[in-house]
């Protein structure tokens, strides 16, 4: 049976870094109220001119460099962002250009904060049904753009950046114990639109719109829905928290991670958490937090690794997955 498995990653945030104390005279906020309701003390901002392209870019570069293959390895690109460069052609064909590959194909997966779920899944199909020998996916976003900088209850919570994992078709024997990606479960359900969307776009306003979050809304559904995928994981695979090396959620807010840890009984130290520094980098913000646990000699290879996701939509999804 064809696995697909993370054979390189890499990841880039912008240079410029936004500490909670430099909201202050921007929105009546504070330090204190930041990292008490979600952790964050810290996010990057994209500088004036710099696009969610030259993030991703930057991102797949050092994926392919850690992979250890050239474009011409490449079949596909699938990029996940809700922050695009242009409303078309898909930042994942920019991207493609700028990489110099003109064979194969790519596209853009919209899923907002669970995007880069999303993409890995279809990857992970293209691969399974021997579509795509390798795939590049790339989660890039600059959420600064599309924030309402006068609004304290979401512009505290974003952040800009990339990260990209290149994934590679490879014989396993059909059991838990073989390397790549071994479940996946998506869900999406738009009757919660009004609780997290962008008030604008192409076909309505004409503009690119706002953020507009209700928070406690979100929070009340996060967990719920967050373990009910997990759970669905762990049943198609019959592995269990127990079982788990790394949990690699989401980074939206610590208090979201913590309450689904403690509801799925995954120990803290298990937790890889990149919030506190990066804020919510939508479809970013899973590729920029196993980047790094893999980079420091944590995720090694033959662990077991779950990535989960939540975003607007609402949609929301689970992978399994050994590195
Ligand atoms: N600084 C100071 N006070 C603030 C701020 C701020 N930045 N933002 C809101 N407040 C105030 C509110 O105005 C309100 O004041 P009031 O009582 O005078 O009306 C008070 O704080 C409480 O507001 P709530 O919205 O009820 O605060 P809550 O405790 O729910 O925390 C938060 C807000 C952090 C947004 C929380 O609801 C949350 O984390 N929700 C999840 C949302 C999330 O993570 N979204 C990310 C995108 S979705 C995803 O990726 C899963």
Redesign the pocket.
Known sequence: MIRSAIIGCGSYTPEKVMKNSD?EGV????DE??VQ??GIRERHIAADGETTADLGEKAARAALDDAGITVDDLDLIICATSTPNNTFPATAVEIQNRLGMHHGAAFDSQA??SGFVFALTTADQYIKTGQAKRVLVIGAETFSRLLDWSD???????GDGAGAVVVEGVEGEGSSADRGILTCHLRSDGAHKEK?YVDGGPSTTGTVGHLR????E??RH?VGMITDVIEAAYAATGLSSADLDWFVP?Q??R??IDASARKLDIADEKVVITVDRHG?T?AA?IPLALCEAVRDGRIKRGDLVLLE????GFTWGAILLRW
Do not use: D, K, P, Y
């Open positions: 909201f929105v009546e906020t504070s109220w930041i309701r979600t907002v904060c304290r209850s979401t512009c505290v919570l974003f997290l979050m209700q928070g406690r979100v929070f996060a989401h939206a807010n208090r979201i919510n939508s913000s996701a939540m975003g607007g």
